[in-house]
């Protein structure tokens, strides 16, 4: 089993930048696919990015469009997403997410951490 503690949320303005981490702890984390999902109020959860923790197998949901970078630290086992030129649209609670095959369902799930952009 995995814990995921994320944290980097806030309150920011249109056009700033904020950068999402989700410390990982637990065993046989480097057998893990790592993502990123948003939820915000009356939508439903959206994905954002995944990757392993060997930076292999990035991909982006369609709404990225180059803003946001998905990165690991394999030292500390530190999932980090990289948020540029935020919009007010990006306003959500963003959650760290896991799990161990491709194909399967993220199993692992953070308590999320909330970023608010105003206009």
């Known amino acids: 089993q995995v814990q995921l503690v994320e944290s980097g949320g806030g309150l920011v303005q249109t056009g700033d930048s904020l950068r999402l981490s989700c410390a990982a702890s637990?065993?046989?984390?480097?057998?893990?696919?790592m993502a990123w999902f948003r939820q915000a109020p009356g939508k439903e959860r959206e994905f954002v990015a995944r990757?392993?923790?060997?930076?292999?197998?990035?991909f982006y949901g369609g709404f990225v469009k180059g803003r946001f970078t998905i990165s690991t630290d394999n030292a500390k086992y530190t999932l980090y997403l990289q948020m540029n030129s935020l919009k007010p649209e990006d306003t959500a609670m963003y959650y760290c997410?896991?799990?161990?095959?491709?194909?399967?369902?993220?199993?692992?799930w953070g308590q999320g951490t909330q970023v608010t952009v105003s206009s």
């Open positions: 997410a896991a799990k161990m095959t491709l194909a399967g369902t993220w199993t692992e």
């Open positions: 637990g065993r046989s984390l480097g057998a893990y696919h």
């Open positions: 990757t392993m923790w060997s930076g292999d197998g990035i």
